[in-house]
Structure formats: structure tokens, C-alpha cells
């Protein structure tokens, strides 16, 4: 079940990575007044500035800052490269047995029976629909929807404006850019890649690299 718009987490929240994500991440805690307790990064020389007024504390393996994360705060991954990402989660699932938390910006629309994983960056104007399943570490970026009965694996990154239809199944790594077009039905084999502006109305095989109105493999 989808956390409901609006819901204040008990505890603060550390973002690993303070960059442009980690900013629009910021900006979806604190529409949901969520308190940001800093931002975590490997460039050493961003220790010690501030990002839109919040504090970058140290790396993202500093054990000082990574021993509050399942006591006094939680922890989200605001990193668009994946590779980099499953490092993060990793990291954290190691060291702390704790799984990032999901970053809904207020202004998403989320159906109350659809199921939503961990470590999810959603973002404003977004939809999905009913009984759809998005997995964990998705990016949703604004105004991308995912119709009803839809599936999204884990690792899954849609671009602004994109539109899954109803009962697609799109696997885990895959990347669509954005104005996308996924008619219903359709499945997304692992690690493909959708080139923006595209109009998928076939299968596409796992791995590859489709572009174009109808999408073609490259």
C-alpha cells in the first residue's frame, strides 16, 4: 500500500547525495514536512556547504552518520546511475539492515490498492493506477504515469512525461526516456533502453535499445 499523501515520517531523513536529485528529493520531503537532516556525498569538496539551506555532512560511508539511520533517521538514495545506486543501497542494507525509504512528492497521485516498494524517488504529477506494482529504486520523474495493472521491476527509471499503459510489464534496469509511450499490454525485457519521444507497440528483448514512432531496435 501506498503511503498516504501527505504523511509525516516519524523521523528525519538523510539524502545520499547532495546534487540536483538530491535537491528535488529535498524539495519532496519538505512538501511533506518531512524534516531533511543533511546530505551525504563522496566530493569532498562539498563537506561542510549547504544545498538549498541543508548541510553536507560528510561521505556516504561515514560510519557517524550511517549508525542513525533506523534510529533517528531514515535513509533515501538520490543517485541516478544505477550502478552507483545498488552500491548506496548496498551499503546501507549492510551496514545498517535498513532499506532506503520512498521519496512522494505530495502533488503524486497514487492509487490507494497500488504497491509501491522501497527506496522510490516519485515525483510531482506523477500517477499510478490501480493494482499496479512499481518495485524498488524506481525513478518516476514529473508527469510520467504508470496505468492501472502496470509492473514495474526494481531499478526501473522513466523520464518526464512518459506513459506506461495498462498491464505493461517493464523488468528490472530498464530505462525509458522521457515523452515515452508504452502501449498497453506491452513487456520491457531486463536492461532495455527506450530512446525519448518513442512509441513502444511490441516486445522489446531484454538488453536492447529501441528508438522511434513505432520504436525500432537500433
Known amino acids: 500500500m501506498p503511503p498516504e499523501k501527505g504523511e509525516t515520517m ?3 531523513v538523510i539524502i545520499f547525495g547532495a546534487n540536483e536529485m538530491g535537491k528535488a528529493a529535498l524539495e ?3 512538501s511533506n514536512s518531512v524534516v531533511v537532516y543533511g546530505f551525504l556525498d563522496d566530493d569532498e569538496s562539498k563537506h561542510g556547504q549547504e544545498l538549498s539551506g ?3 555532512l560528510g561521505k556516504t560511508d561515514d560510519d557517524g552518520f550511517l549508525k542513525l539511520i533506523g534510529k533517528k533517521c531514515e535513509g533515501f ?3 541516478d546511475d544505477r ?3 545498488k552500491g548506496l543501497v548496498k551499503l546501507m542494507v549492510e551496514r545498517r539492515k535498513k532499506m532506503p525509504v520512498n521519496a512522494i512528492h505530495r502533488n503524486a497521485e497514487i492509487a490507494t490498492s497500488a504497491h509501491i516498494g522501497h ?3 516519485i515525483n510531482n504529477g506523477v500517477v499510478v493506477g490501480s493494482n499496479a506494482k512499481i518495485g524498488n529504486h524506481c525513478l518516476l520523474n514529473t508527469n510520467s504515469t504508470v496505468d492501472f495493472s502496470a509492473t514495474l521491476g526494481d531499478l526501473v527509471q522513466v523520464g518526464a512525461g512518459s506513459v506506461i499503459g495498462n498491464e505493461a510489464e517493464i523488468g528490472d534496469n530498464v530505462f525509458i526516456g522521457s515523452g515515452v509511450t508504452i502501449v ?3 513487456k520491457i525485457g531486463k536492461g532495455a533502453r527506450i530512446g525519448a519521444g518513442s512509441v513502444v507497440i511490441a516486445e522489446v528483448k531484454a538488453n536492447a535499445t ?3 514512432n513505432p520504436a525500432k531496435e537500433l
Open 10 to 12: 516519524e523521523n528525519p
Open 28 to 30: 519532496i520531503f519538505e
Open 54 to 56: 541543508v548541510p553536507v
Open 77 to 79: 538514495i538520490a543517485v
Open 83 to 85: 550502478e552507483l545506486r
Open 119 to 121: 527506496g522510490n524517488f
Open 184 to 186: 498497453s499490454g506491452i
Open 210 to 212: 529501441v528508438f522511434g
